[in-house]
Nanobody
Framework: VQLVESGGGLVQAGGSLRLSCAAS????????MGWYRQAPGKQRELIAS???????NYADSVKGRFTISRDNAKNTVYLQMNSLKPEDTAVYYC???????WGQGTQVTVSS
């Protein structure tokens, strides 16, 4: 399985972005997926996850602003990010949770 993220970029505070993580391989629909982020000088942190049955969980820092979803027919997991803040600036990674497979990351920069 390989994971490829897309959708990052530069956005002003209060704006929105949608990240996508496309997976190759047939195991995608059976496994939980996570979105993580790593800001400069900080540890990588889990911000959202979704089970194979599409039940989401969120870190307190993004709850109410970010939405994780998946489309098993497209082998893709999404992260809709609204009301972005400068502190959301980070490299965002998706991860397949069973086999611990990471994507390459996509940069999100939020300007004030």
């Amino acid at each position: 399985v390989q994971l490829v993220e897309s959708g990052g970029g530069l956005v002003q505070a209060g704006g929105s972005l949608r990240l996508s993580c496309a997976a190759s391989g047939s195991i995608f629909s059976r496994n939980a997926m996570g979105w993580y982020r790593q800001a400069p000088g900080k540890q990588r942190e889990l911000i959202a996850s979704i089970t194979s049955g599409a039940s989401p969980n969120y870190a307190d820092s993004v709850k109410g602003r970010f939405t994780i979803s998946r489309d098993n027919a497209k082998n893709t997991v999404y992260l809709q990010m609204n009301s972005l803040k400068p502190e959301d600036t980070a490299v965002y990674y998706c991860k397949e949770e069973w086999y611990n497979i990471w994507g390459q990351g996509t940069q999100v920069t939020v300007s004030s």
